[in-house]
């Protein structure tokens, strides 16, 4: 499913160069035509382009809102594993049921996460959906503990932390060359240890 989600990235940035009937510039992936929920995931038509993305894919999602005095701007925006990432903005048709089924498909944690919708300030970007959980393994074999959170807001699987270039360095220097060298392949890898 990733490597059709990479090759329909890149057929929607091209896409998003171009200008529109109208002579308006449009802004990448920002504006997708419809979009549409179920049990599975999220389709997302565009041009004539489709594409599938499953929920257990969604690695985080962030909020954003821009206003000013002839422009308004609200959109979600879903990360992915391998930094891949997608832009809806609220125009799209079925923005709503989008909203109003987050919680149906997805645990989120944070009960409140309406309410910061609702709150979030002018030309802000704000997290509303982290899946902590998608690089843990079915079994554990060896336990790595760290005794708190950073105070930086880094954290090991965000994949930006000093702890994992540790462990990554120590993976390396104890296994050789079939540690990967990048943040995600890692992850990858740490979580099929047996």
Request: hydrophobic share 40%.
């Amino acid at each position: 499913m990733l490597k059709i989600w990479r090759k329909f990235r890149v057929s929607l940035q091209a896409i998003g160069s171009l200008n529109t009937n109208e002579g308006k510039k449009r802004t990448g992936m920002s504006h997708f035509e419809k979009i549409a929920v179920n049990d599975k995931g999220l389709s997302i038509t565009n041009d004539g382009y489709e594409i599938f993305m499953e929920w257990a894919e969604v690695f985080r999602i962030h909020y954003s809102r821009f206003e000013s005095e002839i422009h308004e701007e609200r959109s979600l925006i879903f990360d992915y594993e391998y930094g891949e990432f997608v832009e809806i903005n609220a125009t799209a048709e079925g923005w709503d049921a989008l909203l109003d089924n987050l919680e149906r498909y997805l645990e989120m944690e944070d009960s409140t996460w309406r309410r910061k919708v609702t709150d979030c300030p002018n030309e802000t970007v704000i997290t509303i959906y982290v899946n902590d959980r998608m690089f843990q393994p079915e079994r554990v074999n060896a336990l790595m503990i760290g005794d708190a959170p950073p105070g930086d807001g880094t954290f090991f699987f965000n994949g930006d932390s000093a702890l994992l270039e540790r462990v990554k360095d120590s993976f390396a220097l104890g296994l050789g060359e079939d540690v990967p060298e990048d943040h995600w392949g890692f992850l990858h890898f740490f979580r099929s240890r047996e």
